[in-house]
């Protein structure tokens, strides 16, 4: 690894040709963190998170190496695109009432045969019947465990409110519904712990936050980990051809992966490091996707002021929510302004040594939805830009 101060003038000379806003992958730290990844895993496979990613071309790298297998799409349209493209192995991680999208799904052996779709609840099964418009296609379904944490007899939940399927006995009885019902293939039981993936536990100056979040995330890793393994055994005693359980994200793999019950991990952000990744303990990667945005004023001493760059996070809002200035170091928002819809003014002794034209480098909050931002990645090695690839945007591709 090298200095800030290096990378930055890396980025400078690799992308002097080009004008800035603009967006770049450095592809050294991309393949250090995918390989990070597949260690962590332990063996187990990796399913690339989509949503994380955005980009065909690298959705096709990381997938070309050894211990990744398959994709996680966000939605159906974007499942069925994917597989349109030739990737053969698409799990839906959300429920869809995309009609028309189901209507192409039934009507489609390639399709039918490459997609797997969320469920957890008997009206999606209707919704997905009611859709077939002739097509007469098995649908390969995936059931959703709930890993939320509920404390102090369930008075207390932690973690995201996604399926309402918490007990094994609840899909087991789903499982058999399946497996009664023609034209529906049960094939994955999925379990996303947001809580402990999703969640740093070395909140900057906020030590007594970070261990009630560490005791939190100990917690809710033994008692997910003993329900998803009666789960599991649950959904397999009407099931026993399930092909896949899947679980955790780049914040818990490591620990999802020591799960026996568990058959592949799913990860995506870790491939580029955004910010929010910067309070874990579990692991440390290398930022590689960054944007850019150039100087275009000097409004006085100790402040220069960029294009644009109101680049939000989704979530609920806050400052954790907006990209950080990330070169040159010690760079900060103006409180009154912050992350400005077409400016942004910066403070901090470095705008002093900014010229207009000279640009500034920045770490989205989130990982893919940069992408939504950006038409093409420009992808670096070492000093030089070697490729530039679109985005979902850039393909025209905006599923949401």
């Not at 261990?211 to 009407?238: G, K, S």
Request: net charge neutral; proline share 6%.
């Amino acid at each position: 690894m090298t200095s800030p101060a290096a990378d930055r003038a890396r980025y400078d000379r690799a992308t002097a040709h080009l004008d800035a806003p603009l967006a770049i992958v450095d592809l050294a730290a991309f393949d250090a963190n995918a390989d990070d990844l597949v260690r962590r895993a332990g063996g187990k496979p990796v399913r690339v998170a989509s949503k994380s990613v955005r980009c065909r071309a690298l959705l096709e790298r990381v997938l070309a190496r050894d211990g990744f297998a398959g994709i996680m799409s966000y939605t159906l349209a974007e499942s069925l695109w994917l597989a349109r493209s030739g990737f053969e192995d698409v799990l839906l991680a959300y429920p869809s009432a995309d009609r028309a999208g189901f209507a192409e799904l039934a009507g489609d052996a390639k399709l039918a045969a490459a997609v797997t779709v969320m469920v957890d609840d008997p009206a999606q099964l209707d919704l997905v019947d009611a859709a077939r418009a002739g097509g007469r296609e098995e649908i390969r379904v995936c059931l959703e465990l709930d890993t939320a944490l509920h404390l102090f007899g369930g008075r207390v939940r932690v973690g995201a409110r996604r399926s309402p399927l918490r007990e094994p006995a609840q899909l087991a009885g789903l499982a058999r519904q399946i497996a009664r019902r023609p034209g529906f293939r049960l094939v994955g039981l999925m379990a996303y712990e947001g809580h402990v993936a999703g969640v740093g536990d070395a909140v900057a100056g906020r030590p007594l936050r970070s261990r009630a979040i560490r005791l939190m995330q100990a917690a809710a890793r033994r008692e997910l980990a003993a329900r998803r393994a009666e789960t599991v055994r649950a959904v397999r005693a009407v099931a026993p051809d399930l092909e896949f359980v899947n679980g955790g994200g780049t914040g818990s793999v490591q620990t999802t992966a020591a799960e026996d019950a568990v058959t592949e991990i799913a990860a995506g952000s870790g491939l580029y490091v955004p910010r929010l990744f910067d309070n874990y303990t579990s692991f440390s990667g290398r930022p590689a996707a960054l944007f850019a945005q150039p100087v275009v004023r000097r409004p006085g001493v100790g402040v220069v002021t960029v294009l644009g760059g109101g680049y939000p996070a989704s979530g609920a809002a806050g400052a954790d929510r907006l990209p950080v200035p990330y070169l040159p170091e010690g760079l900060r928002y103006d409180p009154q302004e912050g992350a400005g819809e077409v400016q942004t003014p910066l403070l901090g002794a470095p705008a002093d040594d900014l010229l207009i034209g000279d640009r500034v480098w920045f770490r989205h909050a989130k990982a893919g939805e940069l992408c939504e931002r950006f038409d093409a990645l420009h992808l670096v090695e070492g000093d030089r830009v070697t490729a530039t690839v679109p985005t979902y945007r850039g393909e025209g591709k905006t599923f949401l």
